[in-house]
Structure formats: structure tokens, C-alpha cells
């Protein structure tokens, strides 16, 4: 049923689901992927299923397009459209994968199995298990860099996974309807209504942006009262903001910030979280106090657990802190069966869902190439004829030539609110910048056309259609 016309059943449509569910064939060898993100998506998608038993272990049974999180946190868009179950995304192979929810907590690279726990809601108990593997798959990603600063974890959002969106959105709202409740003193107006952001790469900024926008559309009419006194204020540690980007589109982007009364700090760190205001050093070294009542934190990655775990078990190949050092085929260094890739990895790129995908993209190529010349050198060696073996040889010469990973920059793009975005673009013979309403017109498709399936993408522009007809819904 699955397999007669598919190609018609575009939505999600729950009704026809794969007929096999994800056998294991002791015949073929076994790839554990962990993770459901860019990274293991994308290998997932492009792995063949004939030729290996594939088995992805991810403590959240889905995908999530994270560009477009930012929006979620002030109800551009429903979280729900920018995810996709791991099973829908791979329901087409012939043969299935088979999905695990649960957390990889250990690998063992001598025995070659993984700890898994599964954290059941349902069970209220968690449980834990062993998976064998041929070759591991990482692709857990990162977790929030905090550098240790004191209330961070306790006080501040991160802006990463689905329920972080659905938090600031929740605080966001509480902090206004607070601010509303009668007989609130004017300092403490001010400090609920004030939404400090730190971190000034993209997701501090889009995040900064869609609240700016927000504000603009929506909270004015709703709270006419409130609307002029809510700030937004973004911290830097460096000197200037986006630091990816060229000088002209900082400049730009710093600019439009200014004339959407976004105030940006650069230069200034944060040194403690409190429950009600934020302890930053100024750039003169005088330290100062912030009252606030949002704070999301956005200041980048650092290394999951797991990731250092496993590096401690190579301490004379594993030496970089960022993450797991691979070789120019994303083999880990020290460990031949092992690979990784995307924000887990420690490579020369950024982290970046670009790189994670092309790296899930080229590692299933790798693998596929991996089986053909296993079934090359039997072919060679129970070929007949001298002839037939020559043939053949020459066949698996060319499949043990792996070229390694080259990454292919498709531009950088952000977007800094009223309509308006930046792309730092790699076409023509130098770089192509741009800023403005026309960016943020290639900005929106270009999600859109990169969005995994015809049901996100109709999502997406449904949740957007919604927004520019209906305004966003202000309820918590
Ligand atoms: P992730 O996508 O983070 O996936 C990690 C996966 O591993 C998750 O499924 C997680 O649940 C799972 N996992 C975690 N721990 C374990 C464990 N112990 N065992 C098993 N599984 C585990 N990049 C761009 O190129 N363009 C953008 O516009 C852009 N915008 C972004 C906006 C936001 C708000 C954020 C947060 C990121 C953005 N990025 C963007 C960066 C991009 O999302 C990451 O670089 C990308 O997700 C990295 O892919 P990954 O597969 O390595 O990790
Ligand atoms: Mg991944
Ligand atoms: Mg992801
Ligand atoms: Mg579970
Ligand atoms: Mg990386």
C-alpha cells in the first residue's frame, strides 16, 4: 500500500504508513546513527538501506528545522511546522530504518555497543540497554555554552530545541500580562518589559528581531498602554555583532537595529544571572547591574557529555576541545569504525546546519561506496576468467578511491526584522552582499526551498499567510 503512488500523498498521511518495520539482517553490517538533527538526517535520507541495517538512536523522535525557531518564539510560526518524525522522513526505503528513542549515554569502542536510556514520561521510570554496532554515527549535536556563568542554567532561556521556543514564548507573554496586572510600581514595568538577548550571532539576533517585530505588528495594538515602554536590549562580548558576516552588513544590520530601538552592547560581558537582573562588565571594566524580565541566552556551543566522554577515551588522537577531531573522511581520529559529523565534530567549518547536512549528505555516499567494494573484491576473487578478474579490479580501484569531504558554501543568511534580511552571498566573482526587504524575499524562499517536505513547506506558508491576515495569536 505504502509503495503504490506515494508520490501523491504529500501531506503526512498517517494512514498509509511502511509495511516493514526495520528487521535486522544478520547478513548485512549495522550503522547506529545518534541523532535526529541536520547532521543524521540528512545521511539517514540518503543512506541505502539495502545494503546495511541502519538504526538511529535520538532522545527526540523527530526533526527540527532550527533556521526558522527563532519565529516560533513569538508565533510567526507553529513549532509543529518546522518538525518531522524520523519515520515519516525515511517511510519511502525499501528497506526500514529502525528508530530508538532514547538517549546514547555511553559508547563502548572496543565491545562496539552503546549504552542507551530511554527516559519514558509514560513509564515514569527510565530504563537502560545495550546496541550493537558495525559502525557508529555520531550526530548529537551541541549543547548551550554558558562558560560557567553563574545563574545562567537557572534563569535564562536557550533558544535550541522546540519546548525552548515554547518557554520564551510563555515568559514573554507572562512578563506582559504581569506588567498589565493593576497597581504595579513603574520600576518594576520596566523591568519586566525589558528583553535582554546575549549573544549577537544569528540566533541572538533573528531571536532580538522577531521580538522587535512582534512588538511593532502586534503588541502595540493589543497593549497600547505598555507597547512604548517594552526594550530590547542585546549584549555582546565582542566588539561587534555577526561576526561571520562583512564589515557593510554588520554596519547594516547595526543600523536597522538602531532605527527598530534595539540597543546593542557590544564589548559588554555577562558575569552572574540573577533572578531579576544580569551583572555585566562594561567595556571602560565597571560592572553594572540590568534589570530584566526575558532573558534568552544565545552565546554558541559547547561539547555534550557524551562527545567528551568518548574523546577521553582517545586522550592521544582526541586533543581538540571543540568536539570530536575527524579526518578528512569524517572517520574519528583513533577510532576506524567511528564517524561524525555536524556540531559534534571539530572541523575547520562552522557549525552550521549547512556543513551538518552536506556531511550527512557525503558520509551515506561513503558508505555506499564502502559496500560496493566489498562486493567487488569477492566478485575479484571468484571472478573466472583472467579477463572478467581484470574488469573487476579496475571496478574496485575506482570504488576505493574515496574523495574526501569538500564543503560547498550556499551563503549565509539573517534576518534583522521589518521585513528585512542580509545574505552573504558566495556567487560572481567576489561576494555578493546584500541587505534589505528584496533579501528577505530570497531569505523567505530559500527556507522554504530547503524546508525537507512539501508538508513543512505548506505549513510554513499557511502559518505565515495567517500571520500577515490575522496578526499572531497573543494568548500564553
Ligand atoms: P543537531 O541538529 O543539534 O542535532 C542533534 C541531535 O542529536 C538531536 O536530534 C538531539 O536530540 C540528538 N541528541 C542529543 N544528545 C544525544 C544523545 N546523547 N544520544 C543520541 N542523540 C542525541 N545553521 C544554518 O546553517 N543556518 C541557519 O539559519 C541556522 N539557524 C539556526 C537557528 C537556531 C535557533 C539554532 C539553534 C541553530 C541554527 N543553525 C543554523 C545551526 C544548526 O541548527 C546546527 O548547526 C545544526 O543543527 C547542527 O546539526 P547536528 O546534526 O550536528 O546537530
Ligand atoms: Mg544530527
Ligand atoms: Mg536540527
Ligand atoms: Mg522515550
Ligand atoms: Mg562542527
Sequence with gaps: VASVGYGAYTMYDQRHPPQEQGEIDPSKKTIVVLGSGWGSTSFLKAIDTEQYNVIVVSPRNYF???????????????????????????????????VVEAECTDVDPER???????????????????????YLVVGVGAMNQTFGIKGVEQYGCFLKEVWDAQKIRTKLMDCIETAAFPGQSPEEIDRLLHMVVVGGGPTGIEYAAE??????????SWYPELAGKIKITLVEALPNVLPAFSKQLIDYTESTFKEQNISI????????????????????????????????WATGNTTRPLVRNLM?????????????????????????????????SATKYAP??????????????????????????????????EEEKN?????????????????????????????????????????????????YAFWRSAYISNLFSTRNRTLVITDWLKKTILGRDISR
Excluded at 112 to 131: A, P, R
Aim: glycine share 6%.
Design 211 to 220: 521580538l522587535h517585530d512582534f512588538l511593532v505588528d502586534d503588541l502595540t
Design 265 to 296: 552592547h557590544t564589548k559588554t560581558m555577562v558575569k552572574e544571572v540573577c533572578e531579576k537582573e544580569i551583572v555585566v562588565q562594561r567595556p571602560d571594566g565597571t560592572s553594572d547591574k540590568i534589570p530584566y524580565g526575558l532573558l534568552v
Design 64 to 98: 527540527l528545522f532550527t533556521p526558522l525557531l527563532p519565529s516560533c518564539t513569538v508565533g510567526t510560526i507553529d513549532v509543529r511546522s518546522l518538525v518531522e518524525p524520523i519515520r515519516f522522513i525515511t517511510r519511502h526505503k525499501s528497506r526500514q530504518v529502525k
Design 312 to 344: 577521553a577515551r582517545f586522550p592521544e588522537t582526541q586533543t581538540i576541545r571543540r568536539g570530536l577531531a575527524v579526518d578528512d573522511w569524517l572517520c574519528m581520529e583513533g577510532a576506524k569504525d567511528i564517524f561524525a559529523l555536524g556540531d559534534a
Design 391 to 439: 574488469k573487476k579490479f579496475r571496478k574496485l580501484q575506482k570504488a576505493k578511491d574515496i574523495k574526501p569531504f569538500h564543503y560547498s558554501h550556499q551563503g549565509s543568511l539573517c534576518y534583522i526584522g521589518s521585513d528585512k534580511a542580509i545574505a552573504d552571498l558566495p556567487f560572481g566573482p567576489g561576494n555578493l552582499a546584500s541587505g534589505g526587504v528584496a533579501t
Design 352 to 385: 552550521t546546519a549547512q556543513v551538518a547536512a552536506q556531511q550527512g549528505k557525503y558520509l551515506a555516499r561513503i558508505f555506499g561506496q564502502l559496500a560496493s567494494q566489498e562486493t567487488l573484491e569477492a566478485e575479484v576473487a571468484a571472478a573466472s576468467t
Design 112 to 134: 562496539k555497543v552503546i549504552t542507551i536510556t530511554d527516559n519514558s514520561d509514560v513509564k515514569g521510570q527510565s530504563s537502560t540497554s545495550e546496541l550493537a554496532y558495525d
